[in-house]
């Protein structure tokens, strides 16, 4: 049996005298405030047990990391008539990235770069009757947490700041891969990405992903088919331009945030979230990725 706790514990005392954190991202004002010296780490196992340790229980901004839950509420809703709408194929592109929508006819290369998250909230402004709360009940419900809300600041910062965005909609918009008004599927992207919640809150989150599309308490979101597929897309393309080197250091599907969270997980054995907000030159948790490189190396668990 894998001591998680006190794996865990080890690796935030060895990263606790780390002086070079990254930097906190400021291209979404709200975010630049946020103190970069918080760190936290959540495991939960797949018995259901929890270990945490720092700021694990401290809600934070999770961005793209809220890209996995409305890909998977999606696929639920739509099945594999989704990927006629955006495809699976890592960018090598930093996430807000626009040539290659052009020269690909509107179709972004998978759910987890900017333009194929908002093309997927297209898809589900389009089959939502309240797509801003029936998104927010459906992470409530995976998760079994009502405290789980939007950051209405940070959702508004980001309307006011997403320039990048609005052009990517407007661009998509243009080839036909949008169908709803892009002020309103931006509007519902920006708050999808403002979702604030903590590690501990998204490990349990993550649960289905790592169970076979089945949640902590039973219910079944995915068929586990569908929840290895979005692992998969997670290998492949859950760190913008940097998924082949979080693959290569940690050896694990996951998704990252440039509020400075991560979660990534182990297929029957665990899901792991960390958060510390500085981040690397590619826009993921520097310490994020050298924890959850320890926590694999440490415990020898990986898809590896
Ligand atoms: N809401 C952010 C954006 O669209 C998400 C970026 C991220 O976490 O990668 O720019």
């Known amino acids: 049996m894998t001591d998680f706790q006190e794996v865990i514990e080890k690796i935030a005392r060895s990263l606790d005298s780390v002086e070079d954190r990254g930097t906190v991202a400021s291209y979404i004002p709200e975010l630049a405030q ?44 739509l099945g594999d008539k989704l990927w006629q709408r955006v495809d699976v194929e890592p960018s090598g592109d930093p996430f807000n990235h626009l040539s290659l929508l052009e020269q690909e006819n509107g179709i972004p290369r998978n759910p987890f770069i900017n333009a194929g998250a908002i093309v997927v909230a297209d898809v589900l402004f389009s089959h939502l009757d309240n797509p801003k709360k029936d998104f927010l009940s459906y992470v409530r419900n995976i998760a079994n947490d009502e405290s789980i809300d939007y950051d209405e600041k940070v959702a508004i910062s980001e309307v006011k700041t997403g ?20 002020d309103d599927v931006l509007d519902f992207y920006f708050h999808q990405c403002s979702l604030k919640m903590s590690c501990r809150q998204l490990t349990h989150a993550f649960y289905f992903f790592m169970n076979g599309g089945k949640c902590q308490q039973g219910r079944k979101y995915l068929t586990s088919s569908q929840a290895k597929r979005i692992n998969a897309i997670m290998l492949t393309c859950g760190f913008y331009d940097e998924a082949g080197e979080f693959a290569f250091e940690v ?50 668990l990986s898809i590896f």
Do not use: R
């Open 34 to 77: 946020v103190d970069k010296n918080k760190f936290g780490i959540y495991v939960t196992d797949a018995a259901n047990h929890g270990y945490g340790v720092g700021d694990a229980d401290q809600g934070f901004s999770i961005q793209s990391i809220s890209k996995a839950l409305s890909v998977a509420q999606a696929f639920a809703i």
């Open 163 to 182: 320039f990048k965005n609005i052009a990517a909609a407007n661009l998509i918009k243009s080839f036909g891969n949008i169908e709803n008004d892009v």
């Open 251 to 300: 050896g694990l599907p996951g998704k990252s945030g440039v509020g400075g969270g991560i979660v990534a997980l182990l297929p029957n054995k665990f899901c792991a979230a960390t958060w510390s907000p500085g981040l690397n030159a590619k826009g993921n948790s520097k310490l994020g990725m050298k924890a959850l490189e320890q926590l694999t190396t440490l415990t020898g």
